[in-house]
């Protein structure tokens, strides 16, 4: 297992180019991100540790379209995740065009799927994520938005995908969720890699490394 220091200023940098023995560069695969420091750990599949990465556990959330989105709705596909709310007129705008951006470049790829989560959720009622997605050109099936129960929607977000304001470590108790975090799972919903969904830099990393995800096996 290869483990960088928790002070790097990678936090999302998912690929090293390393020289191979007779000099040419090898592209090591994406990291996993087991901690709440974003620290990238490379495990080899016949590591002890292999078994232990961390995954999202299940959830239930509902969709704009008033479907109920689980972890079996992104079984065996490579999703993004985000954090945002409708009425937010800070980050949220700048993140929601961004993921729209993603979403285009992978718009026929049945393999991927975009999950944006609402901190909200007592505001975001189904038909005002419904009304958002059409502002913003969300595709149903493709692009959930999701809204629930706010204690779920903060203990997963802040336990489980490690966001919150504060680069590092997530929040407890009921802080209020502001994030910029894009956060890339693989099929087996792994945290493969953290990106600031702000900068339009990120989207052109973060779409080169779903590619890369693209082509595992496991």
Known sequence: MIQLPRNSTFVGMVILTVLACKGKPKTLPLPFINKPDFTPEWIEPSSAGYRNIHTI????????????????TV?????????????????????????????????NDKDIMLLSHSVTPEMDSVPVLKKYAEAKG?????????????????????????????????????????????????????????????????MDRLIEDINVLKKEDD
């Open 57 to 72: 556990p299940a959830f239930s959330f509902t969709n704009q379209d008033g479907q109920t989105i689980t972890e079996k």
């Open 138 to 202: 969300v595709i149903s099936g493709k692009w959930q938005l999701l809204t629930g129960n706010k204690e779920a929607i903060y203990t997963l977000a802040k336990k489980q995908y490690f966001a919150g304001d504060t680069i590092g470590y997530y929040q407890t108790g009921n802080e209020f969720l502001h994030t910029e975090n894009f956060i890339l799972l693989d099929r087996h919903r792994r945290i493969r890699g953290v990106y600031n969904g702000t900068l339009l830099v990120e």
């Open 75 to 107: 079984e065996g596909k490579i999703y993004v995740a985000d954090f945002i709310f409708t009425r937010c007129g800070s980050i949220c705008p700048k993140m929601t065009g961004n993921m729209g951006k993603i979403q285009a470049a992978f718009k």
